[in-house]
């Protein structure tokens, strides 16, 4: 046995043996069984008040049942921790559980509240799932490397310090792919993390594991990082709701990642919930402990109750939405464009102006995106794995294929500075012609502004079958511009009504992979989400916009908030 097959038995059989025995239900799912969502009512490992407790999927019902103590935190951490493990049964979420230390935590706020009549803050006694990217102190965090296996972090990352600022709980972190950079979740210290709606199909990433425990309500609300889709992707997959901010609204410091030291297109952390208030709620609660203060990269930027009035969008009262039917690089799948369809009913129903989004050069930000992270992505995974020769795998399909991979092999070479100062140049005035582009459409929208929210796919199908999840431009384009948004659960596939549509004149050869990919019985009955997209640094208004785009399509029966 190598010694980084050695490293990762010994680190699953650790995270085995940290889960209490009584919680771990008696068989697992047959592998036949492709949707598992019904598992852990069936476990009879719940109670009927820890069911009753883990299906409030509203993260405000759920902090006030807590701050009246009509639930305690104790029994409230406990139901969360037993659903969160019947959940790794079934599709393989969970790399860390601390329970001694979440639930003497979860104790002393209830002595806390008992004694002092009052919460300790915003989130008192709710538990918070993290990817494992964020150090939690005393914790490892590995990032899918068996190499990084006994890296035990010596403080807590800044988010995590500000959410237990708040009241909240840390108490499981949640499985990402080798090295963070793929949308699928899989690597070879943990293995595969699953749909748990088809557990053939992916749970996307890299914040995936999050997903797929919150799908299972084994969380409420979860805390993702997002480079170039890594929240909006598992969350569209998984029926949940996720937030990407713009990248210096949330502290990342102590969130270990890939390409550290890039500046051009960073990762920006945010939520990903089981409702559209958790993402609100997650905000406000952060920002409220001013974490520009504990790490430089945040702007000193309040929770702006004004932005989440709409006062720059007609307060809300008549906006245009532009959507974007197709980015020119790959079709949508037919269920998504029912979607859109829906969508757009909705809005115009609701009295909202709704016109079509042309999109500019999205193609060229991606290959922008992707040439400036392969500028050093070679050396610095490689590093990551230089001491134990680890293999590093080349993609997420199921023969676990170690050859030279986008971010490792050839084409992934350093360059000189003066080069990278030119990506950065061609980025910035590409930035410039897109805020023109936008600028442009008021012309267009008959409110006098702008176009307030561009509405469109976040991935060109559902839930992909694993190792084919190819195209991401559908939210990398969104990171390479800084824009924040919005994902959020529309319907589900039907096969009947989803039909698979004649060839078209393909935009690309990848668009007609797509096309080819799509079965509408293998995808019957998985999620489908839309993304909505606004201004750097408008979290509150695209989260307002939100509301406003779900209570449309609820008023038309055809979605939920």
């Not at 559980?97 to 639930?103: G, R």
């Not at 799932?129 to 490892?140: A, C, T």
């Amino acid at each position: 046995m190598s010694k980084v097959e050695s490293l990762a038995v010994e680190k699953r059989q650790r995270l085995a043996d940290a889960i209490p025995k009584e919680w771990v239900p008696s068989s697992t799912p047959a592998p036949h069984r492709l949707d598992v969502t019904g598992l852990p009512r069936e476990s009879g490992i719940l109670s009927d008040r820890e069911i009753e407790i883990t299906e409030v999927t509203d993260v405000d019902t759920l902090l006030r049942r807590l701050a009246t103590a009509e639930w305690s935190a104790v029994e409230v951490t406990t139901a969360f921790y037993k659903r969160a493990v019947i959940a790794h049964q079934a599709v393989n979420c969970l790399t860390e559980v601390f329970v001694e230390k979440a639930l003497a935590r979860a104790a002393a706020l209830d002595q806390f509240l008992k004694t002092n009549g009052k919460v300790v803050g915003p989130l008192h006694g709710l538990p918070i799932s993290l990817k494992d990217m964020f150090n939690v102190k005393g914790i490892e965090t590995t990032l899918g490397y068996a190499s990084w296996v006994g890296r035990y972090a010596q403080e807590d990352a800044v988010i995590v310090e500000a959410l237990v600022e708040c009241g909240a709980i840390p108490y499981v972190k949640t499985n990402v792919p080798q090295s963070v950079m793929w949308t699928e979740t899989h690597n070879l210290l943990f293995g595969r993390t699953v749909n748990p709606y088809n557990r053939s199909l992916t749970c996307g990433g890299s914040s995936g594991g999050e997903g797929a425990l919150i799908a299972l309500k084994g969380s409420v609300l979860g805390v993702g990082t997002d480079l170039g889709g890594s929240i909006r992707i598992p969350a569209v997959y998984n029926g949940i709701y996720g937030l990407k901010p713009s990248y210096h609204r949330l502290p990342i410091h102590g969130c270990v990642g890939p390409l550290e030291g890039q500046e051009c297109v960073r990762a920006a952390a945010g939520p990903l919930s089981s409702s559209l208030s958790g993402l609100k709620t997650f905000m406000k609660a952060v920002l409220s402990t001013q974490p520009w203060f504990k790490d430089p990269s945040v702007v000193p930027m309040e929770w702006n109750e004004k932005l989440y009035a709409l006062e720059r969008h007609g307060r809300g009262e008549q906006l245009c939405f532009a959507i974007m039917w197709d980015d020119g690089k790959v079709k949508p799948h037919p269920p998504l464009q029912r979607a859109l369809r829906m969508a757009k009913e909705a809005l115009t129903a609701a009295g909202h102006t709704v016109t079509d989004w042309e999109p500019l050069n999205h193609y060229e930000f991606a290959r922008l995106a992707n040439t400036i992270w392969r500028a050093g992505s070679r050396r610095d995974i490689q590093s990551h794995v230089a001491e134990h020769g680890e293999p590093l795998l080349s993609g997420m399909g199921t023969d676990e294929d170690t050859s030279p991979g986008f971010f490792t092999g050839d084409g992934a070479k350093d360059v000189h500075a003066y080069e990278l100062w030119q990506l950065q140049n061609k980025l910035f005035n590409m930035r410039k012609a897109y805020l023109e582009h936008w600028q442009k459409t008021a012309s267009q929208t008959g409110t006098g502004r702008p176009v307030d929210a561009i509405i469109c796919p976040a991935s060109a199908s559902v839930a992909a079958p694993h190792g084919q999840n190819q195209y991401t431009n559908y939210t990398t384009v969104w990171n390479t511009l800084d824009y924040a948004a919005t994902v959020f659960p529309v319907t589900k596939v039907d096969a009947r009504v989803d039909v698979k549509s004649p060839p078209h004149s393909f935009h690309s050869s990848i668009d007609k992979i797509y096309h080819g990919m799509y079965d509408p019985q293998v995808f019957n009955g998985m999620p489908v989400g839309l993304q909505l997209v606004g201004r750097p640094l408008e979290e509150e208004a695209v989260l307002a916009m939100t509301e406003i785009v779900i209570q449309a399509l609820g008023k038309i029966g055809k979605a939920r908030l």
